[in-house]
């Protein structure tokens, strides 16, 4: 089978000079690859050179020779898209940031499980709760845990505490030291 024809419109010397340049190790390996097999080297030396098999050369000559130097970069994609639209993703950030009503939810402070639900029962989409905290990671929301508070806690009783607390102590309320003896050795002489 012959060897498969590579476009010649950027001379060697070009594609060694931007691969040097290249900052993506990757990239700049399969120019070199390119400029190798260019000067006349064999498939399998110029493959070699980059540090890669006679087939993946292969596949990218195909790619340089549709695409150009674009053809070269990695096309990773986006990924899998978000299961819920905008406004939705706006609505449980709104859920989130006001927080549960523990008569109505029957929770003091938002677990993953609990907006997994809450998605579920609103929007009809079902999330596991490593992907619910994904999800929250990217609406910018982070993992805070509030402070527990019993759900008859007097707030008055409080605030009362801390006045109180925050005041000096009086003097009578200072432990009081001991005169010392004449004694240096610290212990109680016995008369005698």
């Known amino acids: 089978m012959p060897a498969l024809m590579i ?3 950027m001379p060697p010397g070009e594609l060694r000079r931007l691969a040097k340049a290249e900052r993506d190790l990757r990239e700049a390996r399969r120019l070199l690859a390119i400029a190798a097999a260019l000067e006349g080297l064999s498939r399998e030396v110029a493959a070699r050179i980059a540090g890669m098999a006679r087939q993946t050369l292969r596949d990218w000559v195909i790619r340089y020779n549709r695409g150009g130097l674009a053809g070269l ?3 990773w994609g986006d990924g899998r898209p978000c299961r819920l639209t905008e406004g939705q993703q706006a ?14 939810d029957g929770v003091s402070a938002w677990r993953l499980i609990d907006l997994c639900r809450i998605v579920r029962e609103r929007f009809g989409v079902t999330y596991s709760e490593g992907g619910m905290g994904k999800l929250m990671r990217s609406l910018d929301l982070s993992w805070q845990t509030p402070r527990p508070q019993h759900a008859e806690t007097d707030r008055a009783a409080q605030e009362r505490f ?8 009086s003097r009578r309320s200072r432990p009081t030291t001991r005169r ?13």
């Open 7 to 9: 476009r010649e419109d």
């Open 73 to 75: 970069l990695d096309d």
């Open 91 to 104: 609505t449980l950030k709104a859920i989130v940031l006001q927080g549960p009503d523990p008569e109505v």
């Open 162 to 169: 801390k006045k109180g607390a925050s005041r000096k102590p």
């Open 180 to 192: 010392p003896s004449g004694s240096r050795s610290g212990s109680k002489m016995r008369p005698g």
